[in-house]
């Protein structure tokens, strides 16, 4: 038996505001952060995304002070990311609740940081977020091109001490029509460390597709806010199909 499929609801968020964009754009609000944590926290998930879209592009850090508010509602592994840039900013989301930590950017800005981390937190806490549009990656939330093509840059990820990486099709966040199946079964198939697929996800059928394609685990947004899907119903879905799941 291999290790359970995990099921991710993420949340975006700009300030305590949570929103949700269409292709890294047109951002609006959808509610408060706090009431949707309660709502996972109520229905047992297996663990659960907080990005911080804003903190980047407003050149600020991590907002502690909410990651201390919304994990003392959470007893569900939480992986928090935005605005992550030093070894003192993973610390510090570790010390208020976070288990895990996201970088994007930084780490494509500085290409010692994944080692920085991994040296001092263990690779175990530090998640690679790799933004995907028409083959390049992309950072800064979607808005800057790199000329790093997401397989070579998973690799790199992994090989500076990444223990996780978390892969979002730009394109399809937001639309709810499908993961980016090939994306993810080439970056999941070219790396030791689990792969998250991300973006796209409408559909439980989305979501056991993406596993199938090599991800070991699958985040979901706004499946979870806008449609009767559930990551209870998930979960059941999946374990029909054949897939190991807690449920």
Wanted: proline letters at 3%.
């Amino acid at each position: 038996m291999g290790l359970a499929k995990r099921i991710i609801p993420s949340l975006l968020v700009r300030g305590r505001v949570l929103v949700k964009g269409v292709a890294f754009d047109s951002w609006r609000s959808v509610g408060h952060a706090a009431q949707a944590v309660r709502v996972h926290q109520a229905r047992g998930v297996d663990e659960l995304l907080l990005l911080d879209v804003a903190a980047t592009a407003e050149h600020r850090g991590p907002d502690l002070a909410l990651v201390e508010e919304l994990s003392e509602d959470c007893f569900m592994p939480l992986s928090v990311g935005g605005g992550v840039r030093t070894v003192d900013d993973v610390r510090d989301l570790l010390k208020a609740g976070a288990d895990k930590v996201v970088v994007n950017s930084a780490a494509i800005e500085d290409p010692h940081l994944l080692r920085r981390l991994a040296d001092t937190v263990g690779s175990q806490a530090i998640v690679a977020s790799i933004d995907v549009r028409e083959g390049s990656v992309y950072g800064r939330c979607g808005t800057k091109l790199t000329k790093f093509h997401p397989v070579w840059w998973a690799m790199r990820c992994q090989a500076r001490g990444a223990g996780e990486i978390l892969l979002t099709s730009i394109e399809r966040e937001g639309k709810l029509e499908g993961y980016d199946l090939q994306l993810v079964h080439d970056v999941s198939h070219a790396v030791q460390i689990p792969v998250i697929a991300a973006g796209g996800a409408g559909t439980y059928e989305h979501l056991r597709r993406g596993l199938q394609a090599g991800a070991d685990a699958v985040a979901a947004g706004a499946m979870f806010q806008f449609t009767d899907a559930t990551p209870k119903g998930a979960a059941q879905y999946l374990a029909q199909h054949g897939l190991e799941v807690r449920l």
